[in-house]
């Protein structure tokens, strides 16, 4: 691996703790603070994601240096580890200095084409910002960030990535329920990577604390980095970065509405600068349709972070973000401008998004109305979100219209019920025939928006089940199956989640417990 080109571009640009100080506690007036790992003496590497490495310019695992590293057990001399200070507001409330508790970065690398990539490691220990955490990672919520945020990528979903998932080695006392029952699982470490892991959050730390210098040298970074496409020497930059995180933002949210991808934790320190999803937690693809359905048991009752709510979410998190670039945009007026643009701009991309689902050339004024009974319909029966659309894309004219939808649906039917589906789907035959393009470019359509695979929150807890014991032939499957996402790979993944799952913590929701 090429881990002599690893460099540190903060120890430049930023303030940083060098003190080395390992104490949780508050960094004012620094942007990061350096941080040992401590390592591992049994860790164990159990999947590498080689082409990732190529890809961004590590190249291949090749001696015991290179396995060290990727365990995190022993680094060479320039790798000189850091985590970073951020905020945040958590289920609506200003929470403070919060940061890479559990993240450590290593760097970044430089590809052949001259692209930076972000390197960390998740789970690798304490940092300052641990707040009496241990900083360490369990098996079970590792696997899920490892698998879901490469399925997310290869669904076209922007994304961090994964690099690595390894064994500590060590065990680690976790409460899952948050009821008093600690259990000791298996520790584990995942690198993760992202052209940068900057939040939202870092913004508003350096707001909140009036250090507007760095916050102006992290913006204008941001934006040569991030943004090539803003003038830097505009007077007007900062507004035109603030309304480009906002189109990012609103592109992140409807690529998961097309898939199916409730987050959990939408808090603002949760937030990407470049619109990437970050931070896998109590995520789940949506098995059943429902615009109220919320993966993380600590969201209930209020379901802040429900499926349905994640646009409006992301338009309370924008208010945050412009509350912290204040002080560099002074104007009111146009920030509230870029939060009122933001609702018309997000319906636009996602009424698009749903013309394609449903395979029409091209968005008309009166989908609107189809997509509201599209709505009522997933609201009468309870349906799952993937099967419905793959069996939309092979109806055929002589369709048994029940029969055909059968597979999708949760509950059996009634005769009230069915003459609704029968009506929505007369209704759409209605509305393809609009098209100019044959049905078989339509279906390509349907082909490149409508994923047949989705790495269901059941599918992780079979696997996470049998790699706790060692085995790893549904983890290769589901390797398999998520780099091709739009594709059958294998027919046992092309089902509604099994009924035994139904309520069962861990299958639908799960707690943050990782
Ligand atoms: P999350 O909701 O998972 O994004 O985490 C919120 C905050 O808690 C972040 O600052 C995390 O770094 C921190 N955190 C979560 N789990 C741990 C852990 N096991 N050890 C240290 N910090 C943690
Ligand atoms: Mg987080």
């Known amino acids: 691996m090429n881990l002599d080109k690893i460099t540190q571009r903060y120890f430049n640009l930023f303030p940083g703790d060098f003190s080395g100080n390992p104490m949780q506690r508050q960094t004012p007036n620094f942007l990061f603070a350096q941080t040992e790992i401590y390592g591992y003496k049994k860790a164990q590497l159990l999947h590498f994601n080689q082409n990732l490495s190529e890809e961004i310019g590590l190249g291949k695992i090749e001696n015991q240096e290179d396995t060290d590293f990727v365990n995190a057990t022993n680094l060479p ?44 490691w998740k789970g690798a220990g304490a940092t300052p910002y641990s707040r009496h955490a241990d900083g360490r990672a369990v098996l079970r919520s590792s696997i899920r960030e490892y698998l879901m945020s490469e399925a997310m990528f290869h669904l076209g979903v922007p994304t961090t990535r994964a690099l690595s998932l390894s064994l500590s080695g060590e065990k680690v006392a976790r409460d899952i329920m948050y009821n008093g029952n600690v259990d000791f699982e298996q520790g584990a470490v995942v690198i993760r990577t992202s052209e940068t892991f900057l939040r939202f959050g870092h913004f508003e730390l350096l707001a909140a604390r009036n250090e507007i210098d760095t916050l102006q040298k992290l913006t204008d970074f941001t934006i040569e980095n991030y943004y090539p496409e803003i003038d830097k020497n505009s007077g007007n930059k900062y507004i035109e970065f603030y309304k480009k995180v906002s189109e990012k933002t609103a592109e992140m949210i409807v690529e ?42 600590t969201d209930l009752p209020n379901k802040r972070y429900a499926f349905g709510k994640q646009a409006h979410i992301a338009h309370w998190n924008m208010i945050q973000l412009a509350n912290a ?18 609702s018309e701009m997000f319906w636009k991309k996602h009424d698009e998004m749903m013309a394609k689902k449903f395979g029409f050339e091209k968005l008309e004024r009166y989908d609107a109305d189809f997509f509201t009974s599209w709505q009522k319909l ?7 979100y993937t099967l419905f659309f793959n069996q939309l894309e092979t109806l055929q004219e002589d369709t048994n219209i029940p029969e055909h939808f059968k597979k999708c649906f949760y509950q059996n039917i009634n005769s009230n019920q069915e003459t609704l589906l029968i009506e929505f789907v007369e209704n759409y035959k209605q509305r393809l025939s609009y098209n100019q393009i044959s049905r078989d470019e339509s279906k390509k359509i349907m082909q490149k928006a409508n994923p047949k695979f989705v790495l269901r929150n059941y599918l992780l807890f079979e696997c996470i089940a049998e790699m706790e014991e060692g085995k790893t032939e549904l983890f290769d499957k589901l390797w398999l199956a998520l780099q091709n996402p739009y594709e059958e790979i294998y027919p046992e993944f092309s089902v509604k989640r099994p009924e035994k799952y139904e309520g069962v913590v861990g299958c639908s929701s799960l707690s943050c417990s990782s």
């Open 77 to 120: 001399e320039n790798i000189k580890t850091y985590s970073t200070a951020y905020a945040g507001h958590q289920f609506g409330q200003w929470a403070g200095q919060l940061g890479d508790g559990r993240a450590i970065y290593a760097g970044e690398i430089k590809n052949s084409e001259g692209k930076f990539t972000e390197i960390q």
């Open 256 to 297: 998961w509405l097309r898939v199916g991808f409730t987050h959990g934790v939408m808090n603002t320190d949760n937030m990407s600068i470049i619109g990437n999803t970050i931070d896998y937690g109590p995520f789940s693809m949506l098995d059943e349709y429902d615009l109220n359905f919320t993966s993380n048991t």
């Open 325 to 342: 670039l204040f002080p560099l945009i002074k104007d009111e007026a146009a920030l509230e401008n870029v939060l009122v643009d933001y």
């Open 378 to 384: 997933m609201e009468e029966i309870s349906t799952d």
